[in-house]
């Protein structure tokens, strides 16, 4: 009963937060949140954590989670930015371009060294082999979602 508790005060503001974030317009917000329960229940049960440490853990996740939409939301407007610039620089002679191919570099940079932080600060909740769990969970688990997403939009557009 304790872990049921802990789940609704952990989760539910890591689930709001995680659909803010990564909804599009075009995305259907129930099923985001649908998606992030579900991967929010399977790292409780994959990780085997006792309370203290989930509720630190999905503290830590969240803190991570809103820098990573940030860096992402600013790759979105640097990609939907860049029709403009494309045009604009042949005539300057491709300078924005270079100084524009050093801003992504620099905001990619910024994705790993988060990326990597994250994972370190874990080190104190959860054993190494545990972080590899983790790290190798969220990829099949990305993965797996945009497949099932890929072949449902497929079928639609097949119909």
């Given at each position: 009963?304790?872990?049921?508790?802990?789940?609704l005060?952990?989760?539910?503001?890591?689930?709001?937060?995680?659909?803010?974030?990564?909804?599009?317009?075009?995305?259907?917000?129930?099923?985001?949140?649908?998606?992030?329960?579900?991967?929010?229940?399977?790292?409780i049960?994959?990780?085997?954590?006792?309370?203290?440490?989930?509720?630190?853990?999905?503290?830590?996740r969240?803190?991570?989670?809103?820098?990573?939409?940030?860096?992402?939301r600013?790759?979105?407007?640097?990609v939907?930015?860049?029709?403009?610039?494309?045009?604009?620089?042949?005539?300057?002679?491709?300078?924005?371009?270079?100084?524009?191919?050093?801003?992504?570099?620099?905001?990619?940079?910024?994705?790993?060294?988060?990326?990597?932080?994250?994972?370190?600060?874990?080190?104190?909740?959860?054993?190494?082999?545990?972080?590899?769990?983790?790290?190798?969970?969220?990829?099949?688990?990305?993965?797996?979602?945009?497949?099932?997403?890929?072949?449902?939009?497929?079928k639609?557009?097949?119909?």
């Open positions: 009963m304790k872990i049921v508790h802990v789940l005060i952990v989760l539910l503001p890591v689930i709001f937060l995680q659909a803010q974030g990564m909804r599009r317009q075009s995305a259907d917000p129930k099923a985001l949140e649908k998606i992030e329960q579900l991967e929010n229940a399977k790292l049960k994959m990780l085997d954590l006792n309370e203290e440490d989930a509720v630190r853990f999905f503290a830590r969240k803190e991570y989670l809103t820098k990573m939409h940030d860096y992402l600013q790759r979105r407007e640097f939907d930015s860049t029709g403009e610039l494309l045009k604009e620089d042949e005539k300057a002679g491709g300078k924005k371009c270079r100084d524009k191919i050093e801003e992504v570099f620099d905001l990619e940079a910024k994705i790993f060294k988060e990326k990597r932080n994250y994972y370190k600060s874990l080190a104190n909740l959860i054993s190494p082999k545990q972080i590899l769990q983790l790290m190798i969970f969220e990829e099949r688990f990305r993965r797996e979602v945009r497949e099932k997403l890929m072949g449902r939009s497929n639609k557009n097949s119909d």
